[in-house]
């Protein structure tokens, strides 16, 4: 009988959102050849290729983007259950971050809680933007960060401009591609005046798939502005959309001095881009 290990969907998920396995690896504190390991043992376990290498950059097939989709409700059933059975032990750090963030940010977060609380383990969960207020809500995560309205209690961390990208060497003429929703990115997408004359081609679950597609010439999209560097994009000359607000929520269970060391050295990561 197949089965899938939740560890190797944690996996396939951060390699989603990263857009990449070495983003992953770092963002969940493996090494590379482990995250690696991990995608390879589920397309054995399930005889089809999920990710396809083209350059430097990776994509999914389409049934890794099927399997993502799944992945996301399987491991989010997963972690409810056991912390409803069991709840989380006692010292585990549970941070849940948005899907969107980039892997300095989730650097920082991981290097800040390290240092401060060298004794716990820290456990990071990756979803969308409306898991992420379930968190909050729901008081299961420590550290919750994401872009837009996360409740009373969030503390702004600053603006993170956005900025149209296109296929390096594509038409610039054509539709717009755009995260499935609900999704606070695609929001702005949609409301920005370069999208008023502009159809959307293709809704996409994940960061990889996203860029996968654009790289085609299929479309544009607008992302955090620190996807400059990314292989085959280049950045368009458009009107952006306004800058999405990063915010962070913090339990009781994270010290005062520890919250502001994470959300001012946040700050800084944003600043600099």
Do not use: K
């Amino acid at each position: 009988m197949t089965s899938l290990e939740i560890a190797e969907l944690r996996s396939l998920i951060a390699v989603a959102a990263f857009a990449g396995v070495g983003r992953a690896a770092r963002a969940l504190h493996l090494a590379q050849p482990t995250v690696s390991a991990h995608l390879r043992r589920l397309e054995s376990a399930l005889g089809v290729p999920l990710v396809e290498r083209r350059g430097r950059s990776i994509a999914f097939t389409t049934a890794g983007e099927s399997l993502v989709r799944d992945a996301h409700r399987i491991v989010a059933l997963h972690d409810e259950a056991v912390d409803r059975l069991v709840g989380t032990p006692s010292d585990d750090i549970v941070v849940a971050s948005t899907d969107m963030a980039n892997a300095a940010v989730v650097q920082t977060v991981s290097r800040v809680l390290s240092e401060r609380h060298p004794e716990r383990r820290i456990r990071f969960r990756f979803h969308r933007t409306d898991s992420l207020r379930r968190f909050v809500r729901a008081h299961s995560a420590d550290v919750v960060l994401g872009y837009g309205d996360l409740g009373t209690e969030r503390i702004d961390i600053g603006p993170v401009p956005l900025a149209w990208f296109g296929a390096a060497d594509g038409p610039t003429d054509t539709g717009l591609v755009v995260f499935s929703p609900p999704c606070t990115l695609r929001d702005a997408i949609l409301a920005a005046p370069a999208s008023v004359t502009r159809p959307v081609v293709r809704e996409c679950l994940d960061l990889s798939s996203v860029l996968a597609t654009v790289r085609t010439g299929a479309g544009i999209t607008a992302l955090p502005a620190f996807h400059r560097n990314e292989s085959r994009l280049r950045e368009l000359d458009l009107p952006a959309p306004p800058p999405l607000p990063l915010t962070m929520v913090a339990s009781a269970r994270i010290p005062a001095g520890t919250r502001d060391a994470l959300a001012a050295e946040l700050r800084r990561v944003v600043r600099t881009g």
